[in-house]
């Protein structure tokens, strides 16, 4: 029954793509979801970035499916022709995200979210329109993210280059970047990774957002708290590291008990 998949079109353009690993055709089997970085932009920083991990974690969770998407391009240094633009990115992912659900029955609550870097501002950016479609995830996790595009660049201005062509002029970045307001119904988990060792980023980025989503969400309530974890390695070294593969081992493991509950439902 179990099906490797790569290069699966959700879209007529060539990275509206998506690699899919579906090992167990359960209706209620524990999906991992993977969103990739590289600024929204880098050629070389593609879905397939994901695949040490998919290949170290669907080993060890045979009950586990997974996906990795690729989404539209901003315009780089080595690939001007390249026209998306914000939502252009947030779009793709979505639409990725709901050809899983029409294709392969993701259910709701069953889907663990990661993303990395520019892929962890996507998955924050796509879980209220997740929340609006009856999908909430069961958690989200974001991976040496860029949550705040205006702080982005106030400490790194040599980012301004990136992050005009993702997102247009200055005036629009803030109402681009993720927010909590849309959340209020999400009940999963959040967990924040960053590394001391990240090149490109500082821990800023991932401390702001945790503290503005605390703040929205109301200090001390049950459930209530974002999961910090200390990852190691270089920027993009992180998402191949053992923390992260611990981190969505632990999320899956969570989900195969409530699998067996579900099961003794029916
Ligand atoms: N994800 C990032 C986060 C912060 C700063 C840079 C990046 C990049 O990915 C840079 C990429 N190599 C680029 O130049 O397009």
Redesign the pocket.
Known sequence: MSSVRTNVPYGSHPLQTLDVCHQNPSPAAPWLIYIH???W??PL?TKSTAHPLLHHILLTHPTLNAATLNYRLSP?PDQPQATARHPDHLNDVLSGIFYLRDNYGVAPNRAVLVGH??GATLVFQVLPQLGAAGLWPAAVVGV?G?YDLVGLVDE?PG?AG?VEGAFGERERWSAASPGWEGCKGYKGRTVLMHSDDDE??SWRQTLAWRARIEGARGKGGKGQRVRLVRARGL??EVPEGRELAGVVSELVGEMTVKETEVRHML
């Open positions: 970085g590289g600024a932009r880098d920083i780089h870097s520019a040496e860029i790194y980012y990136f490109l980023l920027h993009d």
